[in-house]
């Protein structure tokens, strides 16, 4: 049975006869279905019952069922309610807007809004980028997706999407301090995100894209960096890109291999791989090979889409053809963005010494980090249950902040290649191991690290 996740948690009420083992009872019975008992208390108390919330992780939604059999088959036992402490978590949406000046007065309201307002517009009005001081756009990002590319569960649709969205929002203040907001389109045309996006770009000092599903995302993000005046980030490929090239510096300094060296597999030429592939160059990356869903990006190929035309331009320079399995025989370093179970142990163990695997793909990697580390020196995943978790909240919500600091109007290739940096000189040398090559997501240092490169490099408005 795999492990209980507190994605699936959930809280029974149980009503139990008074006894000196009834809450010990519970926590056996719930401890042998496999659970992982988080919280126990009593809620109701009379003389000869009580009512009693049970807290627990469970593996999946069929285990709450489990769960509730084994609880019910004790003597004089009820369970009134499940809850699904996931959904309850999400009930009414995660995040809201608050106030940041007092409105106690009539005096307060004077200067807030009417009469005291209409000179600050008249202001704006005659100089739009007095915008960035008096209004929310000095410190707001807009959240932008259609719901075609949502985490592992693909076109999901905007209403769907909007969970996810507000996630990256809570993400962006918890860490940063940066107020954002989900904006969620009813429209898969490309022509039409952008017009829409870009007449919604008063409000906002920045865009990030999210979850728009490639090839479109690529034509919508350089669009919108060309006819905004605001920059515009796809986090599925550059906050991706960057938190792989900073767990990759790591991995490099602790086998003692150079980037310009080592030979490199990307499995997934989306909007992530073809990202990673890109900053990777830019970070000095000579010799690396592309695998897509039709088999490797091969040298001078020709493609009807302008990414993979790309690739097949300034990646494998060897003009290696083959498959996958073949590829990643006699390599450094294997990077996986794709889909799970596509490697066994036998490929990994072709691969050079102190290889590195980064198998990302969520939530079945692809290849499972326990057989990959049998070979190789450094395993990373996208998962939080195993070491190295490389995940992408490392690096947005900093970098916007560095973005909003500078009143910047463009994203660089330098500002990826700083942010990805200080991300990795978070961890110290005596701190830098095998299992640790990447700071926590909790790290506080991290965003303000990011923070301070983006900014440093960037380039002011004007």
């Not at 006699?330 to 163990?349: T, Y």
């Not at 947005?396 to 990826?416: Q, Y």
Request: charge should be negative.
């Amino acid at each position: 049975m795999a492990a209980p996740s507190p994605g699936y948690s959930i809280t029974l009420q149980v009503e139990t006869p008074v006894s000196f083992t009834s809450t010990t009872d519970l926590a056996a019975a719930v401890a042998a279905t496999g659970a992982a008992v988080t919280a126990l208390d009593v809620v109701e108390s009379h003389h000869s019952s009580m009512i009693v919330a049970v807290s627990c992780d469970t593996v999946d939604a069929g285990h709450a069922e489990t769960v509730r059999t084994a609880v019910e088959a004790l003597e004089g036992v009820t369970v009134h309610e499940i809850t699904d402490r996931t959904f309850q978590l999400h009930e009414g949406g995660k995040i809201e807007t608050t106030l940041r000046v007092p409105l106690r007065t009539r005096n307060d309201l004077s200067r807030a809004y009417t009469p005291g307002v209409a000179r600050v517009c008249m202001a704006i009005a005659e100089d739009k980028e007095l915008a960035r001081q008096f209004t929310i756009k000095k410190n707001t990002v807009a959240v932008v997706t259609d719901g075609t590319a949502v985490l592992g569960l693909g076109d999901i649709g905007p209403e769907a999407a909007m969970p996810v969205m507000e996630g990256k929002a809570a993400l962006f203040k918890q860490f940063a301090g940066v107020d954002a907001w989900p904006v969620a389109l009813d429209t898969k045309d490309t022509e039409e995100i952008i017009s829409i996006v870009k007449a919604i770009a008063p409000a906002y000092g920045g865009i990030n894209l999210e979850d728009i599903s490639a090839p479109r995302c690529f034509e919508i993000e350089a669009r919108l960096r060309e006819e905004l005046d605001i920059p515009v980030f796809h986090d599925d490929q550059h906050g991706t890109a960057i938190v792989v090239q900073a767990a990759l510096t790591n991995a490099l300094k602790l086998t003692g291999k150079k980037i310009e060296d080592v030979k490199i597999v990307v499995a997934g030429v989306g909007a992530a791989g073809t990202a990673i592939i890109k900053l990777l160059m830019a970070s000095g990356a000579r010799h690396i090979v592309a695998s897509g869903r039709s088999g490797i990006i091969e040298r001078g190929s020709q493609h009807t889409d302008s990414n993979r035309q790309w690739l097949a331009d300034h990646t494998n320079e060897e003009a290696f053809s083959g498959s996958l399995k073949e590829a990643v025989a006699g390599r450094d370093v294997f990077i996986g963005v794709s889909a799970p179970n596509l490697l066994d142990e036998a490929d990994v163990e072709k691969m050079n010494e102190d290889s590195i695997i980064f198998a990302m793909s969520n939530p079945d990697p692809e290849v499972h980090p326990e057989i990959a580390s049998r070979h190789a020196a450094i395993v990373a995943t996208g998962r939080s249950d195993f070491p190295n978790q490389i995940n992408n909240v490392l690096a947005f919500p900093g970098f916007f902040r560095g973005l909003l600091d500078a009143e910047a109007s463009d994203i660089t290739d330098e500002m990826l290649v700083v942010a990805a940096q200080a991300i990795a000189e978070t961890i110290t040398d005596e701190e830098l191991n095998p299992s640790f090559i990447i700071p926590s997501v909790f790290d506080p240092e991290v965003s303000v690290r990011v923070a301070e490169a983006v900014a440093r490099v960037a380039t002011p408005r004007g």
